[in-house]
């Protein structure tokens, strides 16, 4: 599309006056032809299920992670759960992970019968602790599922140390991390599988749910395979009782041309966040960037203890903001059965109570952060 029509769109876009956390409407007007284009040849192709798209794609995602395999599957959540089963994880098997995610991480271990065991956070990378994970392993563990918060990543190499030296399963929560890395070794790299997200508002994101598997191991990679279609390898055949959890070929071909940019969107999004903790840092705490991280800015989460009044000024200015997470996982009602309690976990509780993501997408525009770093200020 012309250029002069994109900007034309996007005024138009801006018009509403609300500040959105992401802004998929600017990004489509870039990509529109290239999507329209792939949507069609999908719909003419009439191959919807399991097709060359899908296969493409993660062909393209394993050869950017530099492991052998990814397969496909229907979300990040179902990514999870799918790595777990294929490890043979299950009833009353302990699970280490992290207090301060998406419920989801949680969720995926309880559908295989499998306990979480939680090991609090860093105070600064809001990331697992990987000084505490040893003093919670027990005869039952099995796994180590730490996830890469808001797109910095957990320390790797201790935590995949740590699992080697007590034989334990590593599966990495990668749905808001896709191109972090640490060194030149990226997220869903370091782990038996690494597991990502295609929720519509990921960094890299289709247009509706979708996820998929990094996989280093031939053998695990057959089996999710088979897990994610019905437990079958060929038509009516099962080896196991598996899923309906496919990557849809719509959104595989939507992901194909995403890819495509996604270095670029990382680098935009990097440069937002620069500019943020350059106008913000003397006011309240920024996001780190730990030595040799990527860190990706899935989200630009600040930290104060004036959180909630920030958030009302912004708010009345039109400027959309998200308290990811308002309460740690172990002190959710659903939850309650695992038998936490308040103040067992005081860095997750503390930094659920100061924590607030601020807009962060590659289109916005930097007169849009200084406008919000001015409101920020102005509070405080
Ligand atoms: C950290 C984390 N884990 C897992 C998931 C689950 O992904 P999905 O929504 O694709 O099931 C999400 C996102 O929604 C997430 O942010």
Known sequence: MAKVAVKEKMAKLHDS????????????????????????????????????????????????????????VASGTDAIHLSLKAMDIS?????????FTFFATVEAILYTGAIPVFVDIEDDTFDIDAN??????????????????????????????IARRHGLKL???????????INSRKAGSFGDTGCFSFYPSKNLGGYGDGGIITIKDKEIADKLRRLRNHGSKSSYIHEDVGFNSRL????????????KY?????IARRKKAHLYTKLLSDKVRCPVEKEGI??????????????DVIQKRLMDEGISSVVYYPVPLHLQDALRFLGYKKGDLPVAEKTSREVLSLPIYPELEESIIEKIAEIIRSVI
């Open 17 to 72: 006056k609300i500040v959105p956390m992401v802004d998929l409407k600017t990004q489509f007007q870039f990509i529109k032809e290239e999507i329209s284009q792939v949507i069609s040849e999908i719909l003419e192709s009439g191959q919807f299920i399991l097709g060359p798209k899908v296969s493409e794609f993660e062909r393209r995602v394993a050869d950017y992670h530099r492991v052998s395999e990814a397969v496909g």
């Open 91 to 99: 009833d009353g098997d302990e699970v280490i992970t992290t207090p």
């Open 132 to 161: 505490q994970i040893e003093e919670k392993i027990t005869d039952r563990t099995k796994a180590i599922l730490p996830v890469h918060l808001f797109g910095h990543m957990a320390d790797m190499d201790r935590i995949t140390k």
């Open 171 to 181: 599966i990495e929560d990668c749905a808001q991390s896709f191109g972090a890395r």
């Open 248 to 259: 849809d070929e719509i959104q595989a071909g939507i992901l194909l041309v995403k890819l």
């Open 262 to 266: 996604i270095e670029e969107y990382n």
């Open 294 to 307: 990527y860190h990706i800015y899935h989200q630009y989460t600040i930290r104060s203890n004036k959180r």
